[in-house]
């Protein structure tokens, strides 16, 4: 493998505070130096990446592969590929494929096509419960072993509190993060829409922000109460943002992340009944978003994680009400949380810490830092390159995605793991 040398941008690196123009040589895999100016080694590739930041390569702590079970919407292959284009170093592969990754075997298939096709590094996420049918725990010690990073039940909530509890117990001594998709089933209703104003304008059956927020405050005294660590999926309201705040003023084990979407759009996007803004939980008001928007900001949300969510027109070309919950996001994730950079409510610094550091940190994975030795996982993003989002172009295999047309501000231009380019910008090394 020849060593590569990244000469003359803007490398950002979150884990050290590092923000300065300076050379990145990759070698063997690793990173071997960060310098001001580092001569090229004879036979090193090296690429200008004048006026683009370098940055610890982006972790997604939420994706949704669909293999096994749901190749026509996503595979292995294609959604690696997404990941790659989007700047994405490393995916947390959800466990709702079909059959549930509740058993070494699931996680072991994932863990072996992953090896075989992937563009990118893959960690499987096990269930909590065994089928995800919130009632008996799955084989934590044995999904851990056999790949696991993290536990979810992801698309549904464990509504049972006690089994919840003894699930916080159990994954507690594995040392296993617990992901809460936060939603109370009973509340929520499987309402397509936020309620609100807009949804009663629009005419859409609805779910209260408390769908989300009560199941949170709950698990926050399970929290209290287990000392395991607890990690909320794709937080999207105020109430929410005030409970983890609080939670975390009290030294709780608690992380959480959001997603592009909701910090971009609110529930206008709904209006048009297009079912790509039929996600879950659904797109909030303007103060939601306000919220989530100065908690990513501030900290108080870790990290941004994509919900990756790919469907096929068989679920999604039907009624608002009817249509399957997601959205992809792998390829449009950077350049949309760009936007909060491009409106100055964060730094570069802070982004990618919400985009690398704090998921590698959480999940105790390798990369989320360009320090010497760390592993060779690196995106360069030209920051102002502008494009208009075209779906049909996207590696994903699924279209469901409401930003076709949208101008985006930010592009990636290379990404690299473990020191092999999986994905190049024809521009900037055609
Ligand atoms: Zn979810």
């Known amino acids: 493998m020849a060593d590569i040398l990244l000469r003359g941008g803007r490398v950002i690196d979150p884990a050290r505070n590092f923000d300065a123009n300076a050379d990145v040589l990759l070698r063997d895999g690793k990173v071997a130096g960060v310098e001001r100016e580092i001569a090229a080694p004879k036979d090193a590739r090296v690429i200008d990446v004048k006026d683009k930041w370098v940055v610890p390569g982006l972790i997604d702590m939420h994706t949704h592969l669909r293999e096994p079970g749901q190749e026509y919407k996503e595979n292995i292959e294609t959604g690696t590929a997404a990941a790659a284009a989007g700047g994405f170093t490393a995916v947390c592969a959800m466990p709702n494929t079909v059959p549930p990754n509740d058993n070494r075997a699931v996680t072991e298939l994932i863990v072996r096509r992953a090896r075989e096709v992937g563009a990118v590094r893959v960690y499987p996420i096990g269930c909590i419960t065994q089928g995800q049918k919130g009632e008996n725990l799955a084989e934590m010690g044995e999904l851990q072993e056999a790949g696991c990073v993290a536990v979810s039940d992801d698309g549904k909530s464990v509504m049972n509190s006690e089994v919840m ?200 994975l390798v990369g989320g830092t360009l320090a010497p030795d760390a592993v060779a996982d690196v995106t360069v993003v030209d920051a102002q390159a502008t494009w208009i989002c075209d779906p049909s172009r996207f590696r994903s295999r699924s279209r469901n995605s409401p930003f076709g047309g949208r101008t985006m501000r930010g592009k990636v231009m290379l990404t690299i793991v473990a020191g092999n380019i999986v994905f190049a910008e024809e521009k900037l090394v055609g």
């Open 165 to 364: 509890r003894r699930a916080l117990e159990y994954a507690r001594g594995f040392g296993l993060l617990v992901i809460q998709h936060a939603e109370d089933h009973n509340l929520s209703a499987n309402g397509p829409a936020h309620e609100g104003p807009v949804s009663t304008r629009i005419g859409l059956r609805s779910q209260p922000a408390a769908a989300e927020s009560a199941m949170v405050a709950r698990d926050l005294e399970l929290v209290a109460l287990t000392g395991a660590r607890y990690h909320v999926a794709h937080v999207s309201c105020a109430e929410t943002v005030r409970l983890v705040r609080e939670a975390k003023r009290r030294g709780l084990p608690v992380t959480c992340e959001v997603t592009p979407h909701h910090l971009t759009l609110t529930d206008e996007a709904c209006a048009g009944y297009d079912t790509s803004t039929r996600v879950n939980p659904p797109l909030r008001s303007d103060k939601d978003v306000a919220a989530v928007r100065e908690a990513l900001a501030d900290g108080t949300i870790d990290a941004v994680a994509t919900d990756h969510a790919p469907h096929s027109s068989v679920e999604k070309d039907v009624e608002f009400e009817q249509a399957a919950c997601g959205l992809i996001g792998l390829e449009t994730a950077l350049a949309l949380c760009l936007e909060l950079v491009h409106d100055k409510i964060m730094s570069p610094l802070a982004l990618f810490a919400r985009m690398s550091t704090a998921p590698a940190r959480i999940l105790g």
